[in-house]
């Protein structure tokens, strides 16, 4: 195997120093690391034919190393979290990989690092961290501070720079969606239409005023703005609110407002009611893709879903559960004509689907399954899909065995290559080393009319220490 090159190392040595006397100092901390040997092959959509696919092979080394600090303050609640994951592609070497933007052979990123403060009803984040919502997942190296009152009323605000995959130890992960990481191969080649805005910094802030558990009721209202170059590139504004008090109705509702376009992004409302021996829901949600103003589909092509789902949940006293959902969506096709880029003839496609689904589990002792059936019929075709599970605990849980076959029958509308019976079964044995180690092995094989023959191979190794 080829040695990680000294920009990795250099990298992880770097985050090892800062990171060192601040757990050397911690009351208790914990360390988690997982590592995958990971074998399979990609679909080449060049020098491809249907009925001769090229297959790309994939031989990937990747690491995880995961610190987490707590009481690094005597008496103080001060602690730290971060996970850091080195990679490398044996397969791939670093001349192929240069010719694609946001492609790396081998490198490092860290997927989060902060320190975090709690005092009172304050609580404070300070390096890079997760941002979670209605409307989108996002990373950024700034600062977050949020108050909670005890009378269950508070308020945060965050600021920093997004996280993107052309950054110091940074993810693509985290890019925002239809756009590049990079224009550096195209700026240097002088190809029209460069963007060296690229790589520039991406600002980033926003505030939520929050209610938590009040009489059963936790809502917030949010506000996030990013800029590149002086200029918005997302700003959206969000609701959420949710009710429940243990059995008996409870409900949610959010909307993710996008404010350059004026209209919602995203929505979801949900009523259910719970018993002791069957649930019932019922769902509404308008679905669209949270793009950068940079990206060319967020002018070009603007496609929401709405969604309405009803479900019904049976869990009788035994072993076995069952589940029945019905679901209906619309699709609805806005194309930019004005822009004309493309010209697309959805003619011959209807707007909606109808289908549902049904299900049931069983658990006894070491032994689990479940199996659901599928089926959804209208825009963009047909499909039926049958996913049977099980697995069995050996021993006191030491070793375990899991399995899982999945067929479908597809028709789609849009891709005469996605047509007819698709197979595939993954088979995942875990065996515990010790109370802190665990060795796994995952095989998995596809068989299908699209890429005929698809082959995985995982090897995972997990270590979790806490002193």
């Known amino acids: 195997m080829r040695r990680a090159p000294r920009r990795v190392l250099a990298r992880a040595g770097a985050l090892a120093v800062v990171l060192g006397p601040a757990l050397a100092s911690a009351s ?43 009481e690094l303050v005597t008496g103080q609640d001060v602690g730290f979290e971060s996970s850091l994951r080195l990679f490398a592609d044996l397969g791939l070497p670093r001349g192929e990989a240069a010719k694609i933007d946001g492609l790396r052979s081998e490198d490092a990123d860290l997927l989060y690092a902060f320190v975090r403060y709690g005092v009172g009803g304050v609580e404070g984040k300070l390096g890079r961290q997760l941002y979670v919502d209605v409307a989108d997942i996002l990373a950024f190296d700034g600062l977050s501070v949020r108050y909670m009152s005890r009378l269950g009323v508070g308020a945060e605000v965050y600021g920093g720079l997004w996280v993107k ?42 505030a939520k005023l929050l209610l938590e558990n009040v009489g059963g009721l936790a809502a917030s209202l949010g506000y996030r703005r990013a800029m590149v170059d002086g200029k918005t590139d997302i700003e959206r504004a969000t609701v959420e609110a949710r ?15 996008d404010l350059l376009r004026r209209q919602a992004a995203q929505a979801r409302a949900q009523v259910r009611w719970d018993g002791e021996v069957l649930a019932v829901s019922g769902e509404a949600l308008r679905l669209s893709p949270v793009f950068s103003a940079d990206s060319i589909w967020y002018w070009f092509a603007y496609a929401p879903r709405d969604e309405a789902r009803v479900r019904l949940d049976v869990f009788p006293r035994g072993v076995l559960r069952y589940y029945a959902q019905a679901v209906g969506s619309r699709y609805h096709t806005v194309i930019n004509d004005t822009l004309q880029l493309a010209k697309v003839d959805l003619s011959g496609q209807r707007s909606s689907t109808l289908g549902g689904s049904v299900g049931a589990s069983l658990r006894r002792e070491r032994f689990r399954s479940a199996l659901d059936v599928t089926y959804r019929e209208g825009y963009g075709g047909s499909q039926l899909w049958a996913d049977l599970t099980a697995g069995y605990g050996f021993g006191e849980g030491r070793f375990t065995l899991d399995g899982r076959l999945s067929a479908a029958r597809i028709r789609d509308g849009f891709n005469p290559l996605l047509a007819g019976n698709f197979l595939g079964t993954q088979v995942w044995a875990s065996q515990a080393l010790s109370r802190a180690a665990r060795l796994s092995l995952v095989l998995e094989n596809n068989v299908n009319p699209f890429t005929r023959w698809d082959s995985k191979v995982f090897f995972l190794f997990d270590l979790k220490a806490s002193l």
């Not at 130890?169 to 925002?176: A, H």
């Not at 969606?177 to 060296?196: F, I, M, N």
């Not at 009710?243 to 407002?257: E, H, P, T």
């Open 28 to 70: 208790a901390f914990q360390v988690e690391a997982r590592t995958e040997a990971q074998a399979y092959q990609l679909r080449s959509y060049r020098q491809s034919t249907p009925s001769e696919p090229v297959l790309l092979p994939r031989r990937r080394i990747v690491q995880y190393l995961g610190l987490t600090g707590y």
């Open 165 to 206: 995959g052309a950054g110091f130890l940074s993810s693509s992960v985290y890019q925002p969606d239809g756009t590049r990481e990079s224009d550096v191969r195209r700026l240097d080649q002088g190809v029209p239409g460069a963007d060296p805005s690229l790589t520039a910094l991406e600002p980033l802030y926003g």
């Open 243 to 257: 009710y429940g008090r243990g059995l008996g109705l409870s409900a949610l509702a959010g909307v993710d407002f």
